[in-house]
């Protein structure tokens, strides 16, 4: 049986929309994208001293298991790593894998719920377009009810290019 996968996608660096955007359409290799989030420019959490991001999440429904769907990722942060990583930097793009159905794993290559997601406005506003109702399995609360609890002060504004499902 499929499950839905959302995934976290973010960019700081080059053409930060364009590779959100070709990374969602990539995800096509995982599955069917059932749905990307608008695009959020977002205040780097963490180094502050690094580029504003660009950041969105997109649902996939996916017969892959989850090692599997963490391949995809790397491979589409490989592919789209290549074209601007000249120096060292901030990444072009990451790819997190928020959730899986309503699966945990914990293995040494992955942890599912992602394990900073409920703490992260740059997640979690943009999860909730896709998925307001979707339970985290470990935390037992819905995503929108995770946004209400949200202490995180990091700015994060929607674009007004609405998502669209590649
Ligand atoms: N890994 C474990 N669990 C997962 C998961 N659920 N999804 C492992 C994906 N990968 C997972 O990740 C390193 C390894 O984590 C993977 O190979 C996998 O085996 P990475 O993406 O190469 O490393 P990273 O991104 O440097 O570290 P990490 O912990 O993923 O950093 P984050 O949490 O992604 O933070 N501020 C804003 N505004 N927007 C951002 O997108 N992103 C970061 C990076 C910091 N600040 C940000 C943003
Ligand atoms: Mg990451």
Same mark, same amino acid.
């Given at each position: 049986?499929? @499950? ?55 649902? @996939? ?106």
């Amino acid at each position: 049986m499929p @499950v839905i996968a959302y995934i976290g996608l973010g960019s700081n660096v080059g053409d930060r929309e364009g590779n959100v955007r070709r990374a969602a359409a990539f995800l096509a290799g995982a599955g069917r994208v059932a749905g990307l989030s608008s695009l959020y420019a977002t205040e780097p959490v963490g180094n502050r001293e690094q580029p504003g991001f660009i950041n969105a999440v997109a649902a @996939v429904e996916t017969s892959l298991d989850p090692g599997e769907l963490l391949a995809v990722c790397r491979s589409i942060e490989r592919e789209l790593g290549r074209e601007r990583t000249v120096r060292w930097g901030p990444r072009t793009i990451d790819l997190d894998i928020l959730l899986y159905g309503d699966r945990t794993v914990s293995t040494d290559e992955l942890t599912i719920p992602h394990p900073l997601m409920a703490g992260r406005r740059f997640v979690l506003e943009p999860l909730a377009e896709l998925a307001p109702g979707a339970v985290h399995p470990v935390l037992r609360r819905t995503v929108v009810e995770l946004l209400r609890e949200l202490q995180d002060p990091h700015a994060v504004v929607r674009l007004g290019t609405a998502g669209t499902t590649p």
